[in-house]
């Protein structure tokens, strides 16, 4: 071989090593993995490794939680919920609160993204773009045709309280809520530089890129409310056009209809939004609420980051609680107080952590009853070694800050199951327990 050959030899192996690596094509994926790695166990509170981390270990799949009668009659419930943006009475946030929420806003002395104050001047620009003055300016039915970020003013900058520091992160009080695809709601408002609107869904009013949703034509509508309607059941599914083009991600917590066998999912065209057929199908609903498919639905978004008010496409823990019954036809509010009031409520606040207990044994339904206060709330789970067990977004546990901590908390930042103590061995540990603080114990089938 030449000189040259010698030389240029590697080369021309590596070029064409990496054009066979580029032409490859590998198949669709299903699913979408999970984003980062497990914590060493020493890092976490000793609930997760004492409780066992899958639904499938605390029920029976044979277990019917809920009567397929009493289904039928909280789906329909849940329904006028869900399509009430798309009928004539919807009720419209009144001017006043907005106007209230936006002044009280203009005067936060939080912080940005960078962890740096944020300018109040910003803030007041910000207000001021919402236009509040001229609310509300329309009225046009639309639905989301991907995932949205929902929020308080119409910017996508965040706004963490300036004395939790670097652990105001992830509470940006700027981030409403977050919308799946194939969300009915209302256009009521437009920003005054025309990138935002305001918008309300069933549950939840706020603000999104213009460019985020369109409208739907009343074809389009009728078509949405008078099919079969189905219930996504597996977190990040994919649903494929005829052609294999990925037209959107599928969540726990969405419905679709279903036309002929056939699932419909919002796809955005010049005109507004159509539902356009794709290959994968999915479950009837109401999905019937027993334990093979209790075990099923939580076991697909257990150990999933914790995401406030649905910040990354994560969940909080209301938003967990609203997603785990949609497949079931059970409605909840947006957030956690609201749910530990809604439907049959207990109260335990001025009880001992012992009688809590004694009381959720025997009276909770697991994978039924919920347990909340103001801030948190928390899905009953059955028992474990003779505890409570809970399934919940939990973000950590308040422990004394040192000069040696990264944080005033023992970060979870996920969906997990814990017992009513969770963290309790720390030796830093402050406040009150997960099941001291509850205030009820719900029953939100008995919307009655």
């Not at 006028?80 to 919807?90: G, L, Q, T, V």
């Not at 300036?162 to 700027?174: H, I, V």
């Not at 409403?176 to 309300?200: A, C, K, M, N």
């Not at 056939?262 to 939004?273: E, I, M, N, W």
């Amino acid at each position: 071989m030449s000189v040259w050959g010698k030389r240029w030899w590697p080369c021309v192996v590596l070029l064409g090593l990496l054009i066979t690596a580029c032409s490859q094509s590998s198949p669709p994926a299903n699913r979408i993995p999970y984003p980062t790695e497990p914590m060493p166990s020493e890092d976490l509170p000793k609930d997760l490794r004492t409780f066992p981390q899958s639904a499938a270990r605390y029920i029976s799949p044979q277990t019917t939680v809920l009567s397929q009668d009493r289904q039928a009659v909280l789906s329909r419930r849940y329904l006028e919920n869900f399509f009430s943006p798309w009928k004539s009475n919807f009720r419209v946030v009144p001017r006043h609160e907005l106007q209230t929420r936006y002044r009280n806003l203009t005067k936060s002395r939080g912080l940005g993204e960078n962890l740096r104050p944020l300018g109040s001047r910003f803030l007041v620009w910000v207000a001021d773009n919402a236009a509040v003055e001229t609310f509300p300016s329309r009225s046009t039915c639309a639905l989301t045709y991907r995932t949205v970020n929902l929020r308080t003013l119409p910017t996508i900058r965040p706004l963490f309280k300036a004395a939790s520091g670097p652990d105001g992160f992830p509470f940006d009080l700027l981030q409403e809520s977050l919308l799946w695809p194939g969300t009915p709601i209302r256009i009521l408002h437009t920003s005054r530089d025309g990138q935002w609107v305001f918008v309300g869904s069933g549950f939840v009013f706020g603000w999104v890129e213009a460019c985020d949703v369109a409208p739907i034509s009343s074809r389009e509508m009728s078509i949405f409310m008078k099919e079969q309607k189905g219930a996504v059941t597996a977190d990040h599914q994919l649903f494929h056009a005829a052609d294999g083009t990925v037209v959107g991600e599928g969540r726990v917590g969405m419905l679709l209809p279903v036309r002929g066998g056939k699932t419909l999912f919002p796809v955005r065209r010049d005109s507004g939004v159509v539902l356009t057929e794709v290959r994968e199908r999915i479950a009837s609903f109401p999905v019937p609420m027993n334990g093979a498919n209790v075990a099923s639905i939580i076991d697909s978004i257990q150990g999933q980051p914790y995401g406030w008010g649905g910040l990354y496409r994560n969940r909080d823990c209301s938003a967990l609680m609203r997603d785990y019954f949609t497949p079931f036809g059970i409605w909840l509010p947006r957030n956690s107080y609201a749910q530990a009031r809604t439907g049959r409520v207990e109260k335990l606040a001025g009880l001992g952590l012992a009688s809590k207990k004694t009381r959720l044994l025997e009276r909770g339904v697991p994978f039924l009853h919920l347990v909340g206060r103001k801030g948190h709330i928390a899905l009953y789970a059955g028992r474990h070694g003779g505890e409570p067990v809970f399934f919940h977004a939990m973000w950590g546990v308040p422990i004394r800050f040192t000069g040696e901590a990264r944080s005033n908390r023992q970060i979870v930042g996920a969906a997990v199951f814990t017992g009513a103590e969770p963290g309790v061995e720390h030796p830093r540990r402050v406040g009150r327990l997960l099941l001291e603080r509850m205030d009820f114990m719900t029953d939100p089938s008995r919307q009655d």
